[in-house]
């Protein structure tokens, strides 16, 4: 706990310089990412930060040490001459783009490891913590480069916001954007510099394995939960802070941790948060609606099945009937037949089950919409009365009662559907 | 250049890796499934720490098996999150695999005392060590390098699957639908070829690395479907491929004095941007003459 107070208070200047140095690496990735993800390009923020390797490397031959300013060039130099090469080779062969990043990245990250295990032999003591750029450690972050890649960040979020139209225009119509004599090209050319600089700022605290992930994983999250850019970039940012903070304070508290595992941990947990219980594509809220309206359709069948009955002159079906009608789902009907008996719609007179007068207006309402549907089929797309009957029993539970009055009033309110049935109606309406 | 025995044992492990990944990398590519072998290769990282702290050794069937699995998990993952969760699949692929990365990561972090596994190992690998690194039975004899069997194995294995599988693999990569229509069990087949990519993975990890098993994957496949689109002349490209890089490879990092590994992979770039410049300057001369070489080969 005390721990906790003294990080969150940032009475400590150095956890205040990093926090800030992680939370604007993170929201310039946040930012960037939104618009790879929507571009379909998620995974050359992968390419990307495994090319940065050889860069860093060449940085630390050239000149003998960690000096920021070198190590950002280096890593910016690969990073973007990956990006160039992944969309050269793609448009030079018939190779897929996958194929090629995958190639792309597997060789840069190649040729930055011979130039590592080099840089390793030579017993330069300065080198040490190279591997932090791997595995990424926030807390290395100290001083110079905090302000180097700070300024970094802040960059790249100003940039997008001041762009923010013409990329927009650039991600979800080109072709439009081209149109209206938006430079796209050299757009195009701003964006992957952007996107080659979010990495490079991020290197250091996340690692460049795990560098993607803040790129891809907000992104994928907001797009969760709205499908406005503006608020999709918003909600990207809001995750991928609290995840660069709480990542932050634990590789504080466990000593030896690495922050990029942890960053990314929480944001992971976020995003499938988001996949299952998003209000509006989660897989959650996709179950329940769906098995809602299976209830429903359930529900609606029972309803016609006693209708039915009552047509034949019964007065209602026992429930060894009604399961009969259902095989295999007598849990459900069962189940069913309690809740309509709650709402009203039937009464349970041991165990003769009759529609109420509540009841036999549903039921003839669904009957109604079923037989109208049929009689639409036979008369105005000429399908034969022996054919109608599949597409009338789905379309029976979604006809609004504004389409039903259109169906009535164009069929001339009929008495009859096209199998000579009554087309049943309520009382005050007929 | 006098015989080095162990020159030559490093350059025979190599050659054999690089060809149990390149001829898996064949379907990978074929199947637009390249980046999804990149995927498994991080993935596996959890599962090899589990069947670490599981057995206590770094070789062996518990990790066969625990990488294996987490390899078929991190693929089912994949599927699951773009066809129900109804995510773009390059975000899919991005989403799992950097989780599971991490998670092996802060795993590997925690147990930093108790094993004998670390990070670099995962990512670098270290194939020089093939010559010293000997398998003893139990009686004390010395069998020779262990991981050169460990290759010899997997290779085996590889093209034992390969060509058990041929025609259901051929079928089921070109056209899926008529595979389905035969009642091929697409998803056998494919969870068939993960299990196989999962487990190259972990058998070749120890001396390539994670990353550069997917240059070894992807980068020969790339480079002879440019000269070919024959199913089989590109399984025999790929193969002849591997065995140059790895003899390349070695000469290269013999010379900088640098990780052998790096030097394969970097050699199969420059066979990889060579050919795309040769193809795409379209110099009519030597293109001709290196298609006859290609059809020949």
């Not at chain 1, 993170?26 to 860069?55: E, R």
């Not at chain 2, 072998?37 to 090899?48: C, E, F, Q, R």
């Amino acid at each position: 706990m005390e721990e906790f107070i003294y990080f969150f208070s940032f009475q400590d200047p150095n956890v205040l310089m990093v926090v800030t140095g992680i939370v604007l690496l993170s929201v310039s990735a946040a930012m960037v990412g939104t618009f790879t993800f929507l571009d379909k390009k998620a995974l050359v923020g992968d390419a990307i930060s495994h090319a940065v390797l050889p860069g860093v490397c060449l940085a630390f031959m050239l000149s003998g040490s960690k000096n920021p300013y070198w190590i950002v060039s280096g890593a910016f130099v690969t990073g973007a001459l990956s990006t160039y090469t992944i969309t050269w080779v793609s448009n030079a062969t018939k190779l897929k783009e996958d194929t090629v990043i995958a190639s792309v990245l597997s060789i840069f990250f190649g040729v930055g490891i011979v130039m590592m295990t080099q840089l390793q032999q030579s017993g330069n003591a300065s080198l040490s913590g190279l591997d932090h750029f791997i595995f990424g450690n926030a807390i290395s972050i100290v001083g110079q480069d905090l302000w180097v890649y700070g300024f970094l960040a802040l960059a790249i979020i100003m940039v997008i916001l001041f762009f923010y139209k013409e990329f927009q225009l650039m991600v979800f119509n080109r072709s439009f954007a081209d149109s209206i004599g938006l430079p796209v090209k050299r757009l195009e050319f701003l964006f992957n510099s952007l996107m080659v600089m979010a990495v490079v700022t991020g290197i250091q605290a996340i690692g460049v394995v795990l560098m993607a992930a803040l790129l891809i994983t907000p992104a994928a999250a907001a797009k969760f939960w709205t499908n406005r850019l503006s608020l999709m970039l918003l909600i990207a940012v809001i995750f991928s802070v609290i995840s660069g903070i709480v990542g932050a304070y634990i590789s504080f508290v466990l000593p030896h941790m690495p922050t990029g595992p942890w960053v990314v941990m929480v944001l992971s947990l976020i995003a499938f948060l988001s996949f299952f219980f998003s209000t509006k594509k989660g897989i959650l809220t996709k179950w329940i609606a769906k098995r809602n309206y299976q209830r429903k359709i359930h529900r609606d069948h029972i309803l016609k099945a006693l209708f039915a009955a009552n047509e034949q002159g019964k007065d209602g079906l026992s429930c060894g009937e009604i399961y009969a009608n259902f095989p295999g789902k007598s849990f459900r009907t069962q189940y069913a037949i309690k809740k309509l008996g709650n709402e009203g719609y039937l009464s349970d007179n041991q165990s003769n089950i009759s529609l109420t007068e509540k009841g036999i207006k549903e039921a003839g309402r669904i009957v109604r919409l079923h037989r109208l549907w049929e009689l639409y089929m036979t008369e105005y797309m000429n399908i034969a009365p022996d054919h109608v009957h599949d597409s009338a029993e789905k379309l029976e539970h979604i006809i609004t009662p504004e389409l039903e009055r259109q169906l009535d009033k164009n069929l001339n309110y009929p008495q009859e559907d096209p199998h000579q049935s009554i087309i049943p109606r309520d009382k005050d309406q007929s | 250049m006098s015989f080095d025995p162990n020159a030559f044992l490093i350059i025979l492990t190599g050659s054999m890796i690089a060809i149990s990944c390149g001829v898996l990398g064949v379907f990978l590519m074929l199947r637009k499934m390249a980046m999804t072998g990149d995927a498994i290769s991080h993935a596996v990282l959890p599962g090899i720490v589990i069947a670490f702290l599981v057995s206590g050794s770094r070789h062996g069937l518990t990790m066969v098996i625990g990488a294996g699995l987490v390899g078929i998990i991190a693929t089912v993952f994949i599927e699951y999150l773009s066809n129900k969760v109804k995510l773009q699949s390059d975000a899919s692929i991005g989403i799992t695999f950097t989780s599971l990365f991490a998670i092996g990561i802060i795993m590997i972090t925690f147990l930093a005392n108790e094993i004998d596994l670390d990070q670099d190992c995962v990512l670098y690998g270290e194939i020089a060590y093939v010559p010293i690194d000997l398998w003893i039975t139990g009686a004390g004899k010395i069998m020779g390098p262990r991981v050169t069997y460990l290759s010899l194995v997997n290779m085996a294995l590889v093209i034992g699957f390969i060509a058990l599988f041929f025609k259901e693999l051929k079928i089921s990569t070109f056209d899926k639908e008529f595979a389905a229509t035969i009642g091929l069990s697409t998803v056998g087949v494919n969870y068939g070829l993960m299990g196989m990519v999962s487990y190259t993975t972990v058998s070749s990890f120890e001396a390539v690395g994670a990353i550069l098993v997917v240059a070894l994957m992807v980068v020969p496949p790339a480079t002879a479907y440019l000269w070919t689109k024959n199913l089989y002349r590109l399984i025999q490209l790929t193969i002849i491929m591997g065995i140059v890089i790895s003899f390349l490879g070695y000469y290269l990092a013999y010379f900088l004095n640098s990780s052998i590994a790096g030097a394969m992979a970097t050699v199969a770039g420059f066979f990889f941007f060579t050919t795309v410049i040769l193809k795409h300057k379209q110099l009519p001369g030597i293109r001709k003459k290196i298609e006859t070489i290609g059809q020949k080969a």
